[in-house]
């Protein structure tokens, strides 16, 4: 379903390697979490995937679906299923949240041959979305996470999640700036979309948000590659123990 | 220049146009004088301070160049607007594509008809805005326009105007040199809506004198559309009473070179002007708006708003003024200009000053220059969205503040149609 294969990425203005050597596999309908220490390079592999700027690949694959990413504009990539959750989401002032939307639907219906939504066909199906995740009309009229609170982009994140109905979902620090009720929130709207099918990596820091989004498999990265693989245990030990153990470990 | 070349040169500007007829005594008189003020003031020149970004070479050649005509499928702007409609062609007002000058709340004549006339509030508008605002500052294409136009309109708004004005600017010769001068006076508590657009001839001279009495509202809407070999320069001057607003938006599309230039005298307390435009530029092409806004009264708020959009060669010019004279307390101005690249060759020059002497005021001021930010484009297309498309919503998003100083939610909307129309036409 989705692949990493021995990728090696360096950032391009500096003669950097970040990611040395990344192997992942996750199935359809799987929850895989990534955790590990700050610049362990957890962020540059969801960039990667999703072909932000400023990155070189010098070797492997990101496969989707046996499509290699790689070779894909960002769009593309998104057409393909790939949905990457910001860490930070951007503030972008003028772009209505709704406009933004629709589209985005529609270029990726559009890039798959698929009939685009008309108005009030967007309009019901954004609504019904929005009214589960406790987004309100007034949110979604504004320009896109403008005044946002830290909590409602990434409630904003998670709608755009269930409107583009991706294949497989990157979550980058979701948790990151959520209080407890938010992330139950968050997690609430990304269990609704376990279906199965649609596969999860989800990139955390800290156990908590395990215990709302349960992981089938955690993976442990350090020093640009997966160092170590495990059930959901794993994230506990982490949680008691740091990362020291397991670092010294490998070595 | 010297001194002597600029005044000559300023003779030369006198008599490239037609000596206009004979007027009414008051308007030989306003005549005269302006004659006088283009000698002492001279020609503008390269060396001006003013005319440093621009070049106003193309502005001071004895003939119009010879232009071609662009032919646009497009429907004009402000076509489906319910409007009283006012041509002319090659600066000439015709009648037959004009609806009649008349309506409730408004008296408008044609300024020919004026000239022969003694219109009482017009001998204290015609050539007096334009000559109180050619200090500090001059504006010789202004002072031309006074002494030898002969067409333009004359309106005075009594009450709320229902539909707007709308001059319509239609140029059919290849080489017509026009000159337009409109005399407006909105009366206390009454409300005028002004629109302008078309390419007006092969080089186009306008200056709209606007005097605004206390409690007034006037609006003024202009597109200056895809006319790519427009040579056009523009004067608005504007004076403005206590507890008036003012408030004008300009849309600039291509063009060889476009400077428009707004003075503005806020003389009464508790009033508003905001100056706001919206430039597109893909090619060789220069627009210029230098704006001055004297605020000479107490608690008076201002706004400049202006975003230029620059590819291929364009150059965009700002140079806004904001002065606070010594009892203009509680003043509240604001500026703003910035530039968007789209690609190296492209330029935006900007020169924001601000000159305040009263002491409890807020001004704030700024100017950027900048390309497409890379970290929203990237948001964008994660999503899905086509790099192009990406693109264009940043720009029309980027234009937006301006674009939300028209009073008008349906103007205001017509606008941003049409920019994304040029976005999808200008795409890379």
């Known amino acids: ?211 709302h989004i349960k992981p089938d498999v955690v993976h442990i990265m350090a020093d640009g590659k997966i160092i170590k693989s495990g059930g959901p245990e794993l994230a506990l030990e982490v949680e008691h123990n740091g990362y020291a153990d397991l670092l010294n470990e490998v070595a | 220049m010297g001194e002597l070349k600029r005044e000559s040169a300023a003779e030369a500007l006198l008599t490239r146009h037609n000596a206009p007829r004979p007027a009414a005594a008051w308007v030989e008189s306003a005549r005269r004088a302006a004659q006088a003020r283009m000698l002492a003031i001279g020609a503008a020149g390269r060396r001006d301070e003013y005319w440093r970004y621009t070049n106003p070479a193309a502005l001071n050649t004895a003939e119009a160049p010879d232009v071609e005509i662009l032919e646009l499928e497009e ?27 008349s309506g409730e709340h408004i008296e408008i004549t044609t300024l020919e008809e004026a000239f022969s006339a003694d219109i009482h509030w017009a001998e204290s508008v015609f050539g007096v805005l334009e000559g109180n605002g050619q200090s ?145 530029g893909d090619g060789d092409f220069l627009h210029d708006d230098t704006i001055f806004i004297t605020h000479d009264a107490v608690n008076c708020e201002s706004r400049q708003v202006f975003k230029k959009v620059l590819k291929n060669g364009a150059t965009g010019v700002f140079q806004g003024k904001i002065l606070v004279q010594p009892d203009a307390q509680k003043t509240d101005g604001y500026q703003i200009s910035q530039g968007l690249l789209l690609d190296d060759d492209s330029n935006f020059l900007a020169k924001p000053e601000l000159e305040i002497y009263a002491d409890d005021v807020a001004c704030s001021h700024g100017s950027t220059c900048g390309a497409i930010d890379e970290n929203s484009l990237f948001y964008l297309m994660s999503r899905g969205v086509h790099r192009a498309e990406a693109q264009n919503m940043m720009i029309v998003a980027f234009l937006d503040e301006a674009i939300q100083e028209i009073e008008s939610e349906a103007l205001a909307e017509d606008i941003r149609s049409r920019l994304l129309g040029w976005t999808e036409r200008h795409s890379a």
């Open chain 1, 1 to 211: 379903m989705f692949e990493i294969k021995n990728l090696k990425a360096s950032l391009e203005d500096e003669d950097k390697q970040i990611l040395k050597g990344m192997d992942l596999k996750i199935g359809a309908g799987e929850v895989h979490a990534i955790m590990g220490p700050n610049g362990s390079g957890k962020s540059t592999t969801s960039y990667v995937a999703a072909g932000k700027g400023g990155y070189v690949v010098d070797e492997g694959e990101v496969l989707l679906n046996g499509v290699d990413l790689l070779e894909l504009e960002p769009d593309e990539r998104a057409a393909q299923g790939l949905f990457l959750a910001f860490q930070y989401p951007v503030e972008i002032p003028g772009v209505g949240n709704m406009t933004f939307l629709r589209t985005a639907v529609n270029s990726q219906r559009k890039l798959r041959g698929e009939e685009e939504l008309n108005a009030a066909q967007f309009l019901k199906l954004v609504r019904e979305k929005a009214k589960s995740l406790k987004i309100d009309a007034e949110m979604l009229k504004r320009p896109v996470n403008v005044g946002f609170s830290g909590g409602e982009k990434k409630r904003n994140e998670i709608l755009q999640m269930a409107m583009l109905e991706p294949k497989m979902c990157i979550l980058d620090e979701t948790d990151s700036g959520l209080d407890v009720d938010a992330m139950k929130l968050v997690s609430e709207g990304v269990n609704a979309l376990r279906d199965g099918k649609r596969s999860f990596l989800v990139i955390t820091h800290y156990q908590r948000l395990l215990d």
């Open chain 2, 136 to 280: 500090p500052v001059s504006r010789p294409f202004a002072v031309l326009n006074t002494a030898l136009a002969e067409q333009g309109v004359v309106i005075r708004a009594t009450g709320k105007v229902s539909k707007p004005v709308a001059l319509r600017y239609v140029r059919e010769s290849t080489r017509s040199d026009v000159l337009l001068h409109h005399v407006i006076r909105v009366e206390s508590g009454a409300d005028l809506s002004v629109l302008e657009n078309g390419a007006g001839g092969a080089r186009l001279n306008t200056v709209m004198e606007i005097d605004v009495a206390d409690g007034g509202a006037f609006h003024h809407l202009r597109a200056q559309g895809r006319d790519h070999a427009r040579l056009a320069t523009t004067h608005m001057f504007a004076r403005l009473g206590t507890e008036s607003t003012f408030k004008s938006f300009t849309l600039s599309v291509n063009g060889k070179l476009t400077r428009n230039e707004v003075v503005i005298d806020i003389m009464g307390d508790n009033t508003k002007a905001s100056v706001a435009g919206a430039s597109l």
């Open chain 2, 75 to 101: 429907t004009p702007v402000f076509d489906g607007v319910d409007k009283l409609l006012i041509t002319f062609v090659d600066g000439i007002y015709r009648p037959d594509l004009s609806d009649s000058l």
